[in-house]
């Protein structure tokens, strides 16, 4: 099932967005994870569209087989031989081939953004955690080493 162009367009900027992101990745470690998980799906996309290119009329061929068959595959509707036509075109039938490879290309290239988007975002989740804990690692420690001398330091902090 193809998307609309809405959900298109909000998937592509989503994607877009996340890159955009990377300036809350703080270590190195986690910078070049991003990169990495980056580079791999832009060279998925590269060798899968190489691939779409190079093998597009043998897909086209593949499809337009698996179309014929499955036309002339028996059916069970119980359909009396005189009142059937064949409808049978083979321009329509390779269109329609053409129109299922180029399908499945997309989908394959969705998939990958999907791959990416999901890392990148479970990339940023952790360096948000991180960040937030370093910060409340930090609160605790300053509350846990109160300074206060004497009698004020055993009564505790709300008394």
């Excluded at 990495?36 to 290119?53: A, V």
């Excluded at 509350?143 to 330091?153: I, L, M, T």
């Amino acid at each position: 099932m193809a998307l609309n162009l809405s959900e298109t367009l909000r998937r592509t900027f989503h994607l877009a967005a996340l890159r955009r992101e990377m300036d809350v990745l703080q270590t190195g470690r986690q910078r070049e994870a991003a990169r990495r998980l980056m580079q791999r799906c832009e060279d998925l996309r590269q060798r899968e569209t190489r691939s779409f290119r190079a093998l597009y009329d043998t897909r086209v061929e593949r499809a337009r087989r698996r179309i014929i068959d499955r036309a002339g595959a028996r059916h069970r509707d119980l359909t009396p031989a005189f009142a059937g036509e064949d409808r049978f075109s083979p321009a329509d039938t390779l269109r329609q081939a053409q129109r299922d490879v180029r399908a499945a290309h997309e989908r394959r290239v969705e998939r990958i953004d999907a791959i990416e988007t999901r890392g990148l975002e479970t990339l940023m989740r952790g360096a948000l955690r991180q960040t937030t804990l370093r910060g409340t690692v930090r609160a605790d420690f300053k509350r846990a080493s109160n300074r206060r001398s004497g009698q004020d330091r055993r009564r505790g902090p709300g008394r």
